[in-house]
């Protein structure tokens, strides 16, 4: 696994767009060459991270850039440039592609996001015990609530042992297709769980243990699971903004609470096995199995003030 240093963000506009694709604007405040913007009384600034709705579309040029006439008669802009117009209308403003479909941008994922796999689920445990002077007898409950879910197992009195008990209640969480998690092979009594989903939005999973035994104990190693690290990313994954803080360039963010893009593809096909035959990578743009790596968003049209071609 790699991690993909982030890059400035690129505005695709497919041959097929039709409408203008890109605006000028005046600019409130800087505005870097690859910034998301938001407009406010028409005027644009730097969109915050975890932005909801506002945005303009995705600078095409410092604010700040230098404009020249040339013997040609043509002008030029000394910045970052895609698409039409070829200059800001006025001095001040800044030119935007606009960012609602067909337009997509190539983004990179955050620094804790894996793209397809690599994310490190949370996990907890639960152990099947008894308290020295007796045990489970039969019609005994044993109860796992896995975030608000109630998976309980009734003894039958014939299992035998603790261990016996605890592959049993193991089986039970693993067959409950509600179950936010699965159950381990038990050692000793003690049943490893694993969350379903991979990734830091495990740690949010609730574990509580109740029991009708009167010498049988059931207890769980906290009140949450622990320890999910990043979060995978894929084809049709819901994702905010986020800022790199040493670069300031724009991220896709599957973990923002304001979700206003979808991905739709990778600048590249995967060549061990999950693309097409023959294919070939860009090392710079991430595999599977990297963080960081680059995507293709679509934009909600909900998020945007100006869309495409308007």
Do not use: C
């Amino acid at each position: 696994m790699a991690a993909i240093a982030p890059s400035i963000p690129i505005a695709n506009i497919p041959a097929s767009a039709v409408g203008a694709a890109s605006v000028s604007l005046p600019a409130a405040s800087h505005v870097k060459d690859g910034d998301i913007t938001i407009v406010s009384a028409g005027s644009i600034s730097p969109a915050p991270a975890n932005v909801a709705t506002g945005l303009a579309g995705i600078s095409q040029h410092d604010s700040n850039a230098a404009f020249a006439q040339l013997d040609t008669g043509l002008q030029g802009v000394f910045g970052y440039f895609q698409g039409p117009p070829l200059v800001p209308a006025d001095p001040g403003y800044t030119i935007l592609v606009t960012l609602g479909p067909p337009i997509i941008l190539e983004i990179n994922l955050t620094a804790a996001t894996f793209w397809v796999t690599g994310a490190t689920a949370a996990t907890a445990s639960t152990t099947v015990g008894n308290d020295g002077s007796g045990d489970y007898v039969a019609a005994d409950t044993i109860t796992t609530t896995i975030n608000g879910h109630n998976i309980v197992y009734t003894v039958t009195g014939t299992e035998g042992s603790d261990q016996a008990i605890a592959v049993a209640v193991a089986a039970a969480i693993n067959a409950d297709a509600l179950s936010a998690a699965s159950a381990g092979t038990p050692v000793a009594g003690v049943i490893p769980l694993t969350a379903k989903v991979p990734g830091v939005d495990g740690n949010a999973i609730t574990l509580a243990v109740a029991h009708s035994s009167t010498h049988g104990t059931y207890t769980r190693s906290g009140a949450t699971f622990a320890g999910g690290v990043g979060f995978n990313a894929n084809i049709g994954t819901r994702v905010g903004l986020a800022i790199d803080g040493t670069t300031g360039y724009y991220l896709a963010d599957p973990e923002a609470s304001n979700k206003i893009a979808t991905i739709t593809g990778k600048p590249f096909s995967i060549p061990d096995g999950e693309g097409p035959p023959n294919s070939q990578g860009d090392l710079s743009k991430g595999f599977s199995g990297d963080t960081g790596a680059r995507v293709y968003i679509s934009f909600d049209l909900a998020a945007l003030a100006i869309p495409q071609g308007h």
